[in-house]
């Protein structure tokens, strides 16, 4: 994609990543339509960065959702790129003695099946336009499961596949698929200590070189920074079962002594 003169619909815009991206994209003279659930973080955003339109939408609610788009496709008819970043990631202990299947629906709901809907009610739009793209910002773990967060990872993984389907189908289209995939960001997607983690790639380092990238190669399929490259290239090595559980045990010891 072009990293100018578009006009991007970007989902889960008013913090972490998405936010980072929304601004940096309204920096570069492109205009930006964020979504978000909390109308407070989207004013926000509008304080920090006057110009970006902003829409209070939940993406996992099929109606609002179906007349949300309807209405931002008639104030911005020339709305060529679709961002979709929103996400939830919650631990999950599935030895537990009753399992609580909200967090696997919300996940699912918020994770693959919105961006699935919103790419399933823009596509017809994108493809008429010259040249359009679609990019899903899925995660490392898509590749390695992290195992406290089965929904979570199984989510993106599926969100990688259909990615990947979805780009075969629109191959010879105007419209390009990209995959963002970023490692562990200091991010308050588990919550503050997240943000805070040194051992977490800081926030604008990751959107830099995610820039960077893209800037780079504009057909670029997976959009992999330096720090996710052994996440995304474990599944395809010999001794995947002993990363995978290398990983994991590493994970589990941190929390442990955490
Ligand atoms: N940070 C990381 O380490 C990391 C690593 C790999 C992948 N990712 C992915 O990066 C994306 C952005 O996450 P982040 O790290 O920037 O965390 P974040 O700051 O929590 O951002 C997630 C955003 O999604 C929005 N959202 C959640 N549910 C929504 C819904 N139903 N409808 C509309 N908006 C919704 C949230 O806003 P509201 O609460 O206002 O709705 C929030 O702004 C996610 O897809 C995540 O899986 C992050």
Do not use: W
């Not at 970043?85 to 696997?104: F, H, K, W």
């Not at 010879?172 to 943000?195: D, F, I, K, N, W």
């Amino acid at each position: 994609m072009q990293l100018s003169d578009n006009t991007m619909l970007i989902t889960g815009g008013a913090s972490g990543i998405g936010r980072a991206l929304a601004e940096a994209f309204h920096m570069r003279g492109n205009t930006v339509i964020v979504i978000g659930r909390r109308a407070e973080a989207l004013e926000e955003l509008r304080t920090r960065a006057p110009g970006i339109h902003t829409r209070v939408l939940d993406i996992t609610d099929r109606q609002a959702v179906e007349g949300g788009v309807e209405r931002v496709l008639h104030e911005f008819p020339s709305l060529n790129v679709l961002v979709n970043n929103a996400g939830i990631m919650q631990a999950e202990d599935l030895l537990a003695p009753r399992i609580d299947l909200s967090v696997q629906e919300a996940t699912i709901a918020t994770n693959l099946l919105a961006p699935m809907r919103l790419t399933a009610l823009l596509l017809a739009h994108l493809r008429r336009q010259q040249r359009a793209a679609i990019v899903n910002v899925s995660s490392g773990l898509a590749f390695v499961p992290r195992a406290d967060t089965p929904s979570y990872s199984a989510s993106k993984a599926a969100l990688h596949s259909y990615s990947e389907s979805l780009r075969f189908q629109l191959r010879g289209t105007s419209v390009q698929v990209h995959e963002l995939v970023p490692p562990y960001v200091q991010t308050a997607l588990m919550g503050e200590r997240q943000a805070a983690d040194p051992t977490a790639m800081p926030l604008q380092a990751f959107i830099y070189e995610t820039l960077l990238l893209l800037e780079s190669d504009p057909d670029i399929e997976e959009v992999c920074v330096k720090r996710v490259l052994p996440l995304r290239n474990a599944a395809g090595s010999s001794d995947y079962r002993g990363f995978f559980r290398d990983f994991n045990e590493r994970l589990q010891a941190a929390r442990v002594t955490n």
